[in-house]
């Protein structure tokens, strides 16, 4: 019973050595078993310093352990390195190079503003000198007057379209409403004359609003068209270069890549095929990568560090490639952006953020730092990315719709904007000086879900550094930018949740002192964003209480005493399709004019003409299925975020992202009832006016099918080889693509799961977590009756009842884990429960045994 059920033996032969290795090891073991595994670390630790403590030996053999595992990830034993107390650790990190960066507060009170003003505390901009002052005022006095133009050009649509909209709406005596005469008689009586004028003013406002929303769309899509058509653009933030400039080796870069809990083989194998596109271009001397990880799955986290061994072994990035996992996840992606340049940014010019989906080719980084050499007031500069490497049909329709219609939207902005637009928080260079000094954010002043620390960070350092006086320019003509999108509606609404949150957060900066108006507007347009589709809902609900109102009440002819003549209801059916024609052609219109770049400059990428105009139309069809679905889901994650709900949304594992048939319909349920029960009541109440809502009322009842199979490969890979939705990606894939596919095919055959237990009993893993761990402190007694009591608790529960953050409290401290893998070990027989389910768990031989 107490016969050891795990020999030395069994760890000698999980160690990556050839096996006369293995067998020299064998003959050193004593005699004794419990004597056995401390010797055998003894031996494995070639003369490192004893331990103090029998269990704590395994911290003596984990340079060995990894240098035997790893041997071609550590620059030549340049990676080791030991803490305060001769502990083995990876210099995963250079060395720190502290900056200070400390945020402002925010000041969004006017009257505290204008007092500022008052005693001269205003922001002041900054220019290098004269000439850069005067090559900045050209192109902002011309932003100015486009802007001009397109505000005066939106009001005057929007003002012409609600007048045609007043004069549509039935009910024309608001000339003759009295308010005196409605006090004065029955109540009842006045409900009754009043309340068809109240729903048309709230439907005559909520018109107004969204058709000035659609027409500044419009606009921008109409002067994107017209930019790329022409293909010169004077104010380019690439204008003037030929892209083979020498790139300044004083002024480096880094590549920053900031992670939570990502696919770790998707991650490594996009970053990979980047940094190889970088060493293509013969300039990786001016670049470096930092994985930046908040991970606090302890699975994942190990992952994330063998795939950084694995990384730095094939591509020779000793020096180069950089992980560190933060142990204070403070400000989610800002503040670990903000980490980083605090301890290292100082020793860079440039950083360029990167998505854990991210991949750019060498051309686009190294083009990306020649705009910043070429233009030094520039302080952010944003490629543009492009969708691709989905194959669900829901993913491979909008991949399609976002390579087709961007260039126009994003050539779009760039005009009316020009040196004060978009930062979208990834595939883009920052000017790392200025954003330390003037991009750290400051939690939101006071209490409830619109307070507390910035969600969607972006746009807010964008407006800081233009506050600051440095341009933050969309490099829109960059090629060789890339990005995926979710596979799924349900996985998009998701992060929609997030985003939702975090624009209608920034609206409290609106009125913060020394905005750029721009940027204020782009607030405003990120509220937009989701808060049209609330009022598009109320549009849609006061339209069918009216159609309520005209069909079950009695018109109210007289509207005034001794009124001669009586007010008719008037229906005005030509126009009303006049208006309902211009709606649509301000939302088509921008998509035709897509489809007729691609005809002029060649439909052969996308499948040729006739294949990419069905295109058009199916996505336009599947456009106008999911806009009534998107529109209740945002107006809930509006209504939520104001009212402070939490919305919990945990979607069950899934193969290839499908969405099951029971989540379609726990997610879609609700709208199907609400279409069918509007389309009857609207049925049974007038035909005529069903037709009008058909477009959103089925919509909303075939919801859950369209989830469903548009979440579907099957479905994809079918549009696929019919060249559907093709885009030149997937036509002509570039070699970062390719590379990417053949890089996460590679990760996922050794691919490492269920990794705390792997850095539990496994002698690599184990030496790995160890050395990384991030828990480094020095002796105390009281910290060793704590550690004692951490392992003994663990180790007297079931592994599977563990929960995640002690799992991961024990892999952040080298000293518990050494422990814990010690006395499972040597005392095996004890732990029989933690073996069984380590041997009960599916292993990957390509992973637990790393590449000798």
């Given at each position: 019973m107490n016969k050891p059920t795990v020999l030395p033996t069994d760890y000698i032969d999980a160690l990556p050595l050839p096996p006369e290795r293995k067998g020299a090891l064998r003959e050193t073991l004593p005699e004794q078993p419990e004597e056995a595994f401390v010797q055998l670390h003894h031996a494995l630790a070639?003369?490192?310093?004893?331990?103090?403590?029998?269990?704590?030996?395994?911290?003596?053999?984990?340079?060995?352990?990894?240098?035997?595992?790893?041997?071609?990830?550590?620059?030549?034993?340049?990676?080791f390195d030991t803490d305060e107390l001769n502990r083995t650790t990876l210099k995963a990190m250079p060395r720190h190079s502290r900056s200070s960066m400390y945020p402002e507060a925010w000041r969004t009170n006017p009257v505290a503003r204008a007092w500022d003003s008052v005693r001269g505390r205003k922001s002041t901009h900054r220019y290098a000198n004269a000439e850069e002052q005067r090559q900045e005022d050209k192109w902002r006095h011309v932003g100015s007057i486009r802007r001009y133009i397109l505000l005066l050009l939106t009001i005057a649509q929007t003002v012409v379209a609600t007048w045609y909209m007043k004069t549509i709406l039935p009910y024309q005596g608001w000339a003759l409403i009295d308010p005196m005469e409605m006090i004065n008689q029955n109540w009842q009586q006045s409900v009754l004359q009043i309340l068809p004028y109240v729903l048309q003013t709230g439907i005559l406002f909520l018109f107004a609003v969204l058709f000035c929303w659609v027409s500044a769309g419009f606009w921008t899509a109409l002067m994107g068209f017209l930019q790329l058509m022409m293909g010169k653009d004077?104010?380019?933030?690439?204008?003037?270069?030929?892209?083979?400039?020498?790139?300044?080796?004083?002024?480096?870069?880094?590549?920053?890549?900031?992670?939570?809990?990502?696919?770790?083989?998707?991650?490594?194998?996009?970053?990979?095929?980047?940094?190889?596109?970088?060493?293509?271009?013969?300039?990786?001397?001016?670049?470096?990568?930092?994985?930046?990880?908040?991970?606090?799955?302890?699975?994942?986290?190990?992952?994330?560090?063998?795939?950084?061994?694995?990384?730095?072994?094939?591509v020779g990035g000793e020096g180069r490639i950089f992980y560190r996992r933060r142990r204070r996840r403070v400000k989610r992606k800002s503040g670990n952006i903000d980490d980083f340049c605090r301890r290292w940014g100082s020793q860079y010019s440039y950083m360029v953020v990167l998505d854990a989906d991210s991949v750019m080719s060498g051309e686009c980084l190294t083009g990306l730092v020649r705009m910043m050499e070429a233009n030094p007031n520039a302080g952010i500069i944003q490629s543009s990315p492009k969708a691709s490497g989905m194959d669900t049909l829901y993913a491979r329709c909008q991949q399609f719709a976002t390579r087709v219609y961007g260039p126009l939207f994003t050539a779009g902005l760039h005009f009316w904007q020009l040196g004060e637009s978009h930062y979208w928080g990834h595939n883009a260079i920052i000017r790392v000086a200025p954003f330390i000094e003037h991009c750290a954010l400051a939690p939101l002043p006071g209490e409830g879900s619109f307070a507390g620390s910035i969600l969607s960070h972006d746009f807010v350092e964008a407006a800081l550094m233009r506050r600051a006086g440095w341009g933050v320019w969309i490099a829109y003509d960059l090629p060789g930018s890339y990005e995926e999108l979710p596979p799924n509606l349900l996985d998009e609404l998701k992060r929609d949740r997030r985003w939702c949150h975090g624009n209608l957060m920034n609206f409290r900066l609106f009125l913060v002192k020394g905005m750029h108006p721009v940027h204020r507007a782009v607030f405003l347009t990120g509220v937009m964003s989701y808060l049209s589709a609330p009022l598009w809902f109320m549009f849609l609900a006061l339209s069918t209480a009216l159609q309520v109102v005209h069909t079950l009440m009695e018109p109210q002819y007289f509207l005034q005493p001794r009124q001669l003549f009586p007010v008719w209801p008037q229906w005005r059916p030509e126009l009303a399709i006049a208006l309902f024609s211009t709606t649509m052609v301000l939302l088509f219109l921008p998509k035709l004019l897509s489809i007729m770049l691609i005809w002029f400059k060649g439909a052969k990428q996308y499948g040729g003409v006739m294949r990419v105009t069905l295109s058009l139309f199916l996505e336009m069809l599947f456009s106008v299925l999911l806009a009534p679905v998107r529109m209740l889901f945002h107006t809930i994650f509006v209504v939520s975020a104001f009212l402070g709900w939490e919305v919990v949304w945990n979607s069950p594992q899934r193969d290839d992202d499908a969405t099951p048939w029971s989540e379609a319909f726990k997610r879609h349920g609700w709208q199907m009832a609400l279409g069918i029960v509007w389309a009857a009541g609207m049925g049974w109440l007038d035909l005529n006016f069903l037709w009008w809502l058909a477009p959103i009322v089925f919509s909303l009842i075939l919801s859950p099918f369209v989830s469903v199979y548009s979440s579907r490969s099957t479905t994809g890979n079918a549009s696929k080889r019919a060249k559907l939705f093709l885009i030149p990606e997937e036509y002509e894939p570039p070699k970062e693509l390719m590379d990417t596919d053949r890089y996460l095919e590679l990760n996922r055959e050794r691919a490492l799961?269920?990794?705390?237990?792997?850095?539990?009993?496994?002698?690599?893993?184990?030496?790995?977590?160890?050395?990384?761990?991030?828990?480094?402190?020095?002796?105390?007694?009281?910290?060793?009756?704590?550690?004692?009591?951490?392992?003994?608790?663990?180790?007297?529960?079931s592994p599977a009842k563990l929960d995640r953050d002690r799992r991961l409290a024990l892999i952040s401290d080298p000293v518990t884990l050494s422990r814990m893998h010690y006395r499972l070990w040597q005392h095996a027989d004890k732990y029989h429960d933690w073996f069984d389910y380590y041997k009960s768990l599916k292993m990957n031989p390509q992973a637990i045994q790393p590449k000798p």
């Open positions: 070639e003369g490192a310093p004893a331990a103090e403590r029998p269990d704590d030996v395994p911290l003596e053999s984990v340079k060995s352990r990894i240098e035997m595992s790893w041997p071609d990830s550590l620059g030549r034993g340049e990676q004077k104010y380019s933030i690439s204008y003037g270069l030929n892209g083979d400039e020498p790139i300044n080796p004083e002024h480096r870069t880094a590549l920053i890549m900031p992670i939570c809990n990502e696919d770790v083989e998707r991650v490594y194998a996009g970053l990979r095929a980047t940094w190889e596109s970088v060493v293509r271009t013969g300039e990786q001397q001016n670049f470096d990568v930092y994985i930046l990880s908040d991970s606090y799955n302890p699975d994942i986290a190990l992952a994330e560090q063998k795939a950084w061994m694995e990384l730095v072994r094939d799961k269920d990794g705390f237990m792997h850095a539990v009993f496994n002698p690599s893993f184990n030496a790995l977590a160890s050395a990384m761990a991030t828990s480094r402190h020095l002796k105390s007694d009281v910290l060793e009756f704590a550690r004692d009591r951490q392992v003994d608790q663990a180790l007297s529960e």
